[in-house]
Every structure is written in C-alpha cells, then in structure tokens.
C-alpha cells in the first residue's frame, strides 16, 4: 500500500537548535517527495522537492531509498519556521498522499 | 494573479443541510485537486481533474459528497446532506501539467457541521 508517515503530530525546538522532521513511505516504485509547509494564515506551499536537491529557507531533504525517509533537516531553527509541514508522495501519477503533518514550533 | 479562489472561506451550517464549495483555479492549470484536512487524518485527497474531467474519485468518503467541474475555471464540492462529521478544511488546488507536480493551493474553506 503507499503511505506516507509522519510520526510527530508536534515537534517543539528552542531557536537556534537543529530540526529533524520525519517521514517515512510506503510505495514499490521509485517515489517523488515533497515537503509543502503551511504558516500562520498563509496557504499551503511547496517548500521542496526531493529531484531538485536543493536548500530552501535553510531546510534541506535527503531521499534514503534504503530506510524509505525523507527526512526534513535545518541546522538552526528560526522562529520564522514555526508552522505546519507535509511531507508528500507521488507516485508516479499526478495524485498526491499526504501524511498527516508535523507542526513544527521554534520556541524563542 | 490570485492563486486558487475558494469561496465561501467559512461555511456553518445544520446537519442535513446541502452545503456547496466552489473553487476557481489558476488560468492555463489543467488539473484541479479537492482535499479534505482534519486533526485526525491530516490532508486527504477526496477526488481530482485533468481538463474537467474526473480522473480519480476514490476518496470521495460516501454518495454524499459529489464534484462537479463543468469548466476550465470553475469546480464544486457539494456535499447533501451534510453531517458533523464532515467538518473539516476543505482545499481546492490546481496543477499545471508542465509543473512538475507542484500543486498550488486556494486559502480553504472551513466547514462547521451543527
């Protein structure tokens, strides 16, 4: 079955201590990852992609096809980050599963 | 341009009662995506379209909940009757094909079922 799953409903960090936002899935193929990040009153948005390899706001996400996880990194949480995150798997359609969210809170 | 338009932004209705979403997508996307979000289950997809056509309406919970997409700029969620249990954030997204898969979401309407 594909399943995307992420452990933490709440993950709380003080400002400037590292982030790890887990996820792990569940799917045969090769997997498309993605981490949409919702803030405060602000809609739902892409934050990253795992084919892009890149670094946004700080946040960076390695696909381990051995462990199934795309983890969600940043060295030094900001107050900034705090919000709602998914992590998002498509599976090689235009359809999405979703986890069910992590909210992340920086504690100042 | 602004984005995906959802309307109404909060709904509070009465059990039984038809309740109707509506969502307006981005110009030139041509798939369109309905998602129920609640505490328990996080972000489900209830159905989507690819040029106003249902592709995919396995997570449409019951015959209580339809969708309709009659054109390229217009899609609704209608849900009759309605029942407290789906209250819940509903989000309309579209998609460009070219994308990449990258959705882009309305603000969401909230639904409150009494």
């Known amino acids: 079955a594909q399943r995307v799953t992420q452990p933490e409903k709440l993950l709380s960090v003080f400002k400037g201590a590292p982030v790890e936002l887990k996820c792990n899935y569940s799917?045969?193929?090769?997997?498309?990852l993605f981490w949409y990040v919702q803030y405060s009153r602000q809609r739902l948005q892409l934050l990253l992609r795992?084919?892009s390899r890149e670094s946004i706001k700080g946040f960076t996400a390695d696909l381990n096809k051995g462990e199934t996880s795309f983890h969600l990194k940043k060295p030094f949480a900001q107050e900034e980050d705090s919000a709602m995150y998914y992590c998002?798997?498509?599976?090689?359609?235009?359809?999405?599963?979703f986890g069910t969210g992590t909210r992340l809170k920086v504690l100042a | 341009d602004a984005g995906v338009i959802q309307s109404p932004r909060h709904e509070v209705t009465e059990m039984g009662q038809e309740v109707t979403l509506r969502c307006k997508p981005i110009?030139?996307?041509?798939?369109l995506f309905w998602y129920r979000q609640t505490m328990m289950r996080g972000l489900e997809l209830l159905i989507y379209?690819?040029?106003?056509?249902?592709?995919?309406d396995s997570g449409m919970p019951e015959d209580r909940f339809s969708a309709k997409m009659p054109n390229a700029s217009f899609s609704t969620l209608k849900i009759q009757p309605s029942e407290p249990r789906d209250s819940a954030v509903y989000f309309c997204?579209?998609?460009?094909?070219?994308?990449?898969?990258?959705?882009?979401f309305g603000p969401g309407t909230r639904l409150t079922v009494l």
């Open positions: 379209f690819n040029n106003n056509v249902p592709i995919d």
């Open positions: 110009s030139g996307h041509d798939y």
């Open positions: 795992h084919i």
């Open positions: 998002a798997l498509r599976p090689g359609t235009y359809k999405y599963i």
């Open positions: 997204a579209s998609s460009p094909s070219a994308s990449g898969g990258t959705q882009y």
């Open positions: 799917y045969s193929g090769s997997p498309e």
